[in-house]
């Protein structure tokens, strides 16, 4: 008898356990990155956990978040700006320019109002601002769907916020260009790395950035904020090319201190789609 | 029992080595694409992923429909199905088979598949997806296989397969609902964005499935003489008929739901598959047909008369699946990607290397679907005698 019941008390305690834990950590599951990005100064190894989470209108996270203000009004005073950021962008990470649009990889590139932001009203709108470069790339948002997707951890958001690949890692199943609301992400439909028979690169123009590395075939890239760069101290090169425009703000939208907060509360801002939930951290001063 | 599939008459051969031959291109089709990497292929930024996904998406659809012939025979004793049920089992292995070809193919890294399984990701629905389809290929293998190769020996089947026979049930459902996760769950693509996919997927799963099973069956029936039996067909034909039904049923609600909405996100690609959006109306022709053919494919089968009759039961089959074939194998993945999530169309074209691929793959399901077939029906033959 008292064998039976402390069998059932072992049972009983267990799947009282089960019952607490289990939620929890399927709430761990889909949540792991958010909470791993809330914990502020996280260590770069927690960086391949899965990201996820909330639907697009909850509470903030409190981490670092890096995030960019584009000002599309400024982008259009100086002739030419948007075009001198895709070629910093470019040229700093060796993105291949494979002259045709099947093959395009592009990281930070130039569409009209009415393309970059599909989801917001183009009724009556005034027709000029269709007449403006509006500058678009990877929003790497707060809850971004590509990582969920991605089956490998290839991409993921590290400590401060930024959504970044494993080139090492990735399959490319392009699950992840699925699931980009943006269309910020782009496939090496081919060998960026062929060469003529003289030696020469096909596809780097303008030779390589040795402090950054090339891609092999088959693999997803996109937009990473320059973490090179800011591991440096330096600023992403689309915003170091702005210069003192003020074109470009980047810094952590979480910091109230910080010139980007400065920024985005004083300023009326829209990002692209906010209805996906995705919380993108580019914001936009139209 | 592997042995069985080694004789057979000179057409037997001859259907093997043309299989074989169409293989071998492709496989050398596969070795171009390898080494110069997908941009072999139609598929471009905007389309990323074209035929091989397409297809990989509908055989996931042919796959489940197996359960169609499994769920009656072993769990309502419906002993009409009890010749039938073995080839939807076999049919089941061969279209998963021609899953993972797919998708292998469709990689741009091959050889780091495996990293799917080195770095689990629950969060992604391409993991469960793997977990699911080579369940269900482990469970068709073990219980077709182990249920055929003791009707061999002439002994009941070992009792401990009954768990695995009602684990396989539930489990087809599973494979396409989880096929249905991977596109209804992503918030930028509105075509595919609808808690309605997987039920849809599943309708057009058990109409296409076992109106191939139809057709394969007739063939048997003429080149094997295999004869599954007529209560069999019929019935097949009753769950074609109704599967059918509620495809074109779910697929309606899609239009009302767009159109009565007046979302435009909702109506862009249905406007571009069914009316073409701007000036791009590439799939508009084919997708009309389907539906056209679909229609009246299942119209006809509501009608007893037209049933019964060998030769119009096969062509309402055969439209059926071809409907649906385009309807999911085409329209579904590729609609997703148009307009892209800057509103811009770009169109695909696959390349001659990207077709030459999915022939081969899909000769390879027919192989690997005639070895086995081959193997039941002798049995089936042994028995007779």
């Not at chain 1, 096909?202 to 997803?220: A, I, L, Q, S």
């Not at chain 2, 009890?82 to 193919?105: D, P």
């Not at chain 2, 191939?212 to 029936?221: E, P, Q, T």
């Amino acid at each position: 008898m008292d064998v039976k019941r402390r069998k059932f008390l072992k049972i009983a305690g267990l799947s009282a356990v089960a019952g607490l834990g289990v939620p929890s950590a399927f709430t761990n599951l889909l949540q792991g990155e958010a909470l791993a990005s809330s914990s502020g100064q996280g260590n770069p190894a927690e960086g391949h956990k899965p990201a996820g989470g909330h639907g697009g209108h909850g509470e903030e996270s409190t981490g670092t978040q890096y995030g960019m203000v584009i000002d599309i009004k400024k982008f259009a005073e100086h002739q030419g700006l948007a075009d001198r950021c895709i070629n910093a962008c470019h040229t700093e990470h060796n993105v291949p320019d494979f002259g045709n649009p099947k093959d395009e990889i592009k990281w930070i590139w130039t569409d009209d109002y009415a393309h970059g932001f599909t989801e917001h009203s183009q009724y009556k709108r005034n027709a000029g601002l269709n007449e403006l470069p509006v500058l678009l790339t990877c929003n790497h948002c707060a809850n971004p769907p590509c990582v969920r997707a991605c089956p490998t951890q290839a991409t993921f958001k590290n400590e401060v916020g930024v959504v970044v690949m494993d080139f090492h890692r990735c399959i490319g199943c392009r699950f992840c260009m699925a699931a980009c609301p943006y269309g910020a992400r782009s496939f090496n439909w081919r060998n960026p790395r062929e060469k003529y028979a003289n030696g020469n690169y096909k596809f780097y123009k303008n030779g390589v950035n040795p402090n950054y590395p090339t891609r092999m075939r088959g693999v997803v890239e996109k937009c990473n904020f320059c973490p090179e760069r800011l591991a440096v101290g330096k600023l992403p090169a689309c915003v170091e090319a702005t210069g003192e425009t003020k074109a470009m703000v980047f810094g952590n939208v979480n910091d109230p201190n910080s010139e980007i907060a400065k920024v985005l509360n004083s300023n009326f801002t829209i990002q692209r789609k906010p209805a996906a939930g995705t919380k993108p951290s580019v914001f936009y001063i139209i | 029992m592997l042995e069985k599939a080694l004789v057979g008459n000179n057409k037997y051969w001859a259907w093997i080595f043309f299989l074989l031959g169409v293989i071998s291109i492709g496989g050398l089709f596969y070795l171009y694409q390898y080494n110069y990497g997908l941009g072999a292929t139609g598929m471009s930024r905007d389309v990323s992923w074209g035929i091989y996904i397409a297809q990989f998406t509908f055989m996931v659809g042919v796959a489940a429909g197996g359960v169609m012939l499994v769920l009656p025979y072993y769990i309502h004793d419906y002993k009409a199905f009890g010749k039938i049920t073995i080839l939807g089992e076999f049919m089941a292995i061969a279209a998963v088979a021609m899953c993972i070809m797919f998708i292998t193919a469709d990689l741009g890294q091959p050889m780091r598949i495996m990293n799917v399984i080195l770095h689990p990701t629950p969060n992604s629905m391409l993991f469960w997806d793997m977990l699911v389809l080579n369940g269900y290929l482990f469970l068709n293998a073990i219980c077709g296989w182990v249920i055929l190769n003791a009707h061999n020996k002439g002994v009941p089947y070992p009792k401990w397969v009954k768990p695995f026979i009602y684990l396989s049930i539930p489990w087809a459902f599973s494979i396409h609902t989880v096929t249905a996760f991977l596109y209804c769950g992503l918030p930028g693509r509105h075509f595919w964005l609808t808690a309605i996919l997987a039920p849809r997927f599943l309708a057009s799963a058990f109409a296409a499935g076992p109106a191939l099973l139809v057709l394969i069956a007739m063939l048997l029936k003429r080149v094997a003489n295999f004869d599954a039996g007529e209560k069999a067909f019929q019935k097949l034909g009753t769950i074609i008929t109704y599967a059918a039904l509620a495809n074109f049923f779910f697929l309606g609600l899609e239009f009302f739901v767009a159109y009565y909405s007046q979302l435009p996100g909702h109506m862009h690609t249905l406007d571009y598959l069914f009316w073409g959006h701007e000036e791009f109306d590439n799939l508009v022709l084919p997708m009309r047909f389907s539906l056209t053919i679909g229609l009246v494919a299942t119209t006809m089968l509501l009608f007893p008369q037209i049933k019964k009759k060998e030769g119009m039961f096969a062509l309402s089959c055969a439209m059926l699946f071809l409907s649906l074939w385009i309807d999911k194998g085409v329209g579904m993945v590729l609609g997703g990607f148009v307009p892209n999530p800057m509103g811009r169309i770009t169109e695909y074209y696959p390349t001659v290397p990207e077709i030459g691929i999915t022939l081969a793959v899909w000769a390879a399901g027919a192989l690997i679907l005639t070895i086995l077939f081959k193997i039941a029906v002798t049995v089936a033959a042994d028995d007779d005698h």
